[in-house]
């Protein structure tokens, strides 16, 4: 995954999108959100185990991953966009931090900076891309290139904090 400042722009616009979106869909069609969030909600079938579907469109993700139940602070809409919003900021200002050099750190010294200066946690992280998919189809997005940069850092993201 290569992140650079126009990425990181173009993510940004991205996040303001979304949330321009999910404003509208809250004004008119707000069951469509509370439909996803319960989905959320439920996201293990009754007998504990993860749906068939889930793991055929998830083969990166561990399985131990997907078992787990994504956590209450990012389940409404409103709020993951939110925290994109502020891990953008952070990758932004870390980017100008490094002005363009090359730096290489442990995920784990990673993680620790960004839920120190974003107060995301990690479990959150964990969930960037599943969570963003979820909301570009309940948002009913057609034009996803318009969210490729957004997802190159969904996807950074849940990598990094997945292992």
Known sequence: VSLDQNSLDQSATSVQNLSTRVATMERENNQRLKDE????????????????????????IPADLLEE???????KAKH?????????QYMKTKLSDLKQDADAEMPSFFL???????????????????????LL????????????????????ITLVSSY
């Not at 996201?43 to 998830?58: F, H, R, Y």
Request: glycine share 2%.
């Open 37 to 60: 969030y319960q989905r959320l909600c439920n996201s293990l079938t009754p007998n504990g185990q993860v749906e068939t579907d889930t793991i055929l469109a998830n083969p990166m």
């Open 69 to 75: 139940q994504m956590p209450g602070n990012i389940r």
């Open 80 to 88: 993951f966009v939110s925290m994109l919003n502020n891990l953008v």
């Open 112 to 134: 620790h900076w960004l839920e120190e200066r974003t107060q995301i946690d990690k479990r959150a992280l964990k969930f960037t891309y599943t969570r963003l998919n979820s």
């Open 137 to 156: 189809r309940t948002l009913e997005v057609t034009q996803l290139d318009e969210f490729n940069a957004l997802q190159d850092l969904a996807d950074f």
